[in-house]
């Protein structure tokens, strides 16, 4: 590249690859600059006063708004318990107990083991019936001389 050409294209390479600044729109950073009630980011029963029926209301910031809006802060620097969002929820720990599998996967030692055991018996197995074979051609000759 030229040096004229190569001065303009990498800053858009180094956006693209991840190394330029990120960019966050207005509306989201109005987001941010405005501070919020924990009611906000939290689930709530709405009910009818008249049939005194309750129906379950999302949080007025939804989720993945909640999710924007905590990484725009933290890429600016900015606490977000300072604008009123609540910490973030732990992480669950690992599973401790294995998952059941599938049937095949729970009978395949046993498979095996009886298909391993079948092999080392094969030679009696094959002499036993090459045995029965023989006698049973025996017993089916006709008695009779022609």
């Known amino acids: 590249m030229t040096q004229p050409l190569q001065k303009a294209v990498t800053p858009a390479l180094n ?6 600044k990120k960019y966050i729109s207005p509306k989201k950073l109005a987001h941010i600059q405005q501070i919020y009630k924990p009611e906000d980011f939290k689930p709530r029963w709405l009910i009818n006063k008249v049939t005194n029926r309750r129906r379950w ?6 989720l993945r708004q909640q999710g924007d809006m905590r990484k725009n802060c933290l890429y600016l ?9 609540p910490d973030k929820p732990p992480r669950k720990p690992p599973r401790d107990t294995p998952r059941e599998g599938h049937k ?6 046993a ?3 009886k298909i391993e ?6 030679p009696q197995t094959v002499a ?4 029965e074979k023989r006698a049973e051609k025996e017993r089916n000759k006709p008695n009779l001389p022609y």
């Open 15 to 20: 956006f693209i690859r991840g190394f330029g």
């Open 57 to 62: 209301l999302g949080p007025r910031i939804p």
């Open 77 to 85: 620097g900015i606490d977000p318990a300072s604008i009123g969002m």
């Open 104 to 109: 095949w996967e729970r009978e395949l030692p």
């Open 111 to 113: 498979r095996i083991a």
């Open 117 to 122: 055991k079948a092999l080392a018996e094969m």
């Open 128 to 131: 036993k019936w090459r045995a």
